[in-house]
């Protein structure tokens, strides 16, 4: 079983940056792809960034792409998302998510990951 704790979350104005970070216990990261998704108020929950394990390759929502940046720390056995440029549409809580055999083509889809974490709030509010 993998755990996933997330942090970071917080209220930033516009235009401003937050880094979120997602831990793991309960067993390593190594060969899992790790990615974040985000759910506002009343919408379905969405992809936001993505990336795998071992190649590093990261995968990006358009409406974040250029502002947001996802990375992982192999040694550390966690995940970070800073996001920079923060737009009020940004606004949401943001779970990170971990699966160990998802396809390629899966990687956006939220009921492929079979590892979550609680999820950190964000706020982009003046």
């Known amino acids: 079983q993998v755990q996933l704790t997330e942090a970071g979350g917080g209220l930033v104005q516009p235009g401003g940056s937050l880094t979120l970070s997602c831990a793991a216990t309960?067993?390593?990261?190594?060969?899992?792809?790790l990615a974040w998704f985000r759910q506002a108020p009343g919408k379905d929950r969405e992809f936001v960034s993505a990336i795998s394990w071992s190649e590093r390759r990261t995968y990006y929502a358009d409406s974040v792409k250029g502002r947001f940046t996802i990375t992982r720390e192999n040694a550390e056995n966690t995940m970070k998302l800073q996001m920079n440029s923060l737009k009020p549409e940004d606004t949401a809580v943001y779970y990170c998510?971990?699966?160990?055999?998802?396809?390629?083509?899966?990687?956006?889809?939220?009921?492929?990951?079979?590892?979550w974490g609680q999820g950190t709030q964000v706020t982009v509010s003046s």
């Open positions: 309960g067993r390593t990261l190594s060969g899992y792809k």
């Open positions: 998510a971990a699966d160990r055999h998802l396809i390629l083509s899966s990687l956006r889809n939220d009921a492929a990951y079979d590892y």
